[in-house]
């Protein structure tokens, strides 16, 4: 069974301290990410997903390539070579967007709108991009697992050693 990704929902307060104004966090909520039919179509409804989560992960690893993705998701160095074409496709909205999604899929019947739940997600960019790759990755079970069809199919059609078929 695999673990979920977790994030952080926080409520702040702004405070003056020694005349300098703060902002505070007040309260932390920790809440599951989980994708299932629901949040689909949920996601579908609100107009966030047209067609599925593979396009989000395929349009990833087309832009960014599959190590720069996996860097991501265990916390890695990225290079910012291959991040900066990202922010072209993704916005942090759109990244929110879809761990909102993930979080409606945890929860199925008592959740956060959407803006309100934007208001105590508030984190950069590259900690949202992480949440965001991890998120999508972790849909996906049988990504880092070797696919079995595939190589039958590559052995099966490979010429043999010694030129006898």
Same mark, same amino acid.
């Given at each position: 069974?695999?673990?979920? +990704?977790?994030?952080?929902?926080?409520?702040?307060?702004?405070?003056?301290?020694?005349?300098?104004?703060?902002?505070?966090? +007040?309260?932390?909520?920790?809440?599951?990410?989980?994708?299932?039919?629901?949040?689909?179509?949920?996601?579908?409804?609100?107009?966030?997903?047209?067609?599925?989560?593979?396009?989000?992960?395929?349009?990833?690893?087309?832009?960014?390539?599959?190590? $720069?993705?996996?860097?991501?998701?265990?916390? =890695?160095?990225?290079?910012?070579?291959?991040?900066?074409?990202?922010?072209?496709?993704?916005?942090?909205?759109?990244?929110?967007?879809?761990?909102?999604?993930?979080?409606?899929?945890?929860? +199925?019947?008592?959740?956060?709108?959407?803006?309100?739940?934007?208001?105590?997600?508030?984190?950069?960019?590259? $900690?949202?991009?992480?949440?965001?790759?991890?998120?999508?990755?972790?849909?996906?079970?049988?990504?880092?697992?070797?696919?079995?069809?595939?190589?039958?199919?590559?052995?099966?059609?490979?010429?043999?050693? =010694?030129?006898?078929?």
């Amino acid at each position: 069974m695999s673990k979920l +990704t977790v994030i952080e929902l926080k409520e702040y307060e702004i405070k003056e301290v020694n005349g300098e104004f703060e902002r505070v966090v +007040t309260n932390i909520e920790r809440h599951p990410l989980y994708f299932n039919n629901h949040s689909l179509r949920v996601g579908k409804q609100y107009g966030i997903l047209e067609k599925g989560l593979e396009q989000e992960l395929f349009a990833l690893f087309a832009l960014m390539g599959a190590d $720069t993705v996996e860097s991501v998701t265990k916390n =890695g160095e990225m290079d910012s070579s291959k991040v900066l074409p990202l922010t072209e496709l993704l916005t942090l909205d759109r990244m929110k967007d879809i761990i909102w999604l993930a979080y409606v899929g945890a929860k +199925t019947d008592d959740y956060l709108d959407n803006e309100d739940f934007k208001e105590l997600f508030d984190e950069d960019f590259e $900690t949202t991009m992480g949440i965001y790759v991890e998120v999508l990755m972790s849909n996906f079970q049988n990504v880092n697992k070797p696919n079995k069809f595939k190589a039958g199919l590559s052995k099966s059609t490979s010429k043999p050693k =010694g030129g006898k078929k």
